[in-house]
């Protein structure tokens, strides 16, 4: 059975900082790309942020550019998103999936994605 299973959210005061981890179980990650996602409420899902198999090339929304890494450990089946300079906007549920190519190919439309993980909510307020 396949699972993604994202954990490191939490409640933050504007300006701080989160690490969300997504670790995969029943697959192995060297050969996807993975991305993260996030959905706020009454709001579209929105792609994050995408870093591919090897992780030599990695992609970010505008909103999030400067702000947040994404970084993988392919020895612990493992990618992270370091999340700096929380903003109240970043709130949302963030989600990690798996594409079925190497590469972020169209990340941002989600139509290569093979699996999901079941989301961490992020807070951040005062």
């Known amino acids: 059975q396949v699972q993604l299973v994202e954990s490191g959210g939490g409640l933050v005061q504007p300006g701080g900082s989160l690490r969300l981890s997504c670790q995969a179980s029943?697959?192995?990650?060297?050969?996807?790309?993975i991305g993260w996602f996030r959905q706020a409420p009454g709001k579209e899902r929105e792609g994050v942020s995408c870093i591919s198999s090897s992780g030599g090339s990695t992609n970010y929304a505008d909103s999030v550019k400067g702000r947040f890494t994404i970084s993988r450990d392919n020895a612990k089946n493992t990618v992270y998103l370091q999340m700096d300079f929380l903003k109240p906007e970043d709130t949302a549920v963030y989600y990690c999936a798996a594409y079925q190519s190497l590469g972020c190919y169209d990340w941002e439309w989600e139509t290569d994605i093979g699996f999901w993980g079941q989301g961490t909510q992020v807070t951040v307020s005062s």
């Open positions: 029943g697959l192995t990650l060297d050969y996807r790309a």
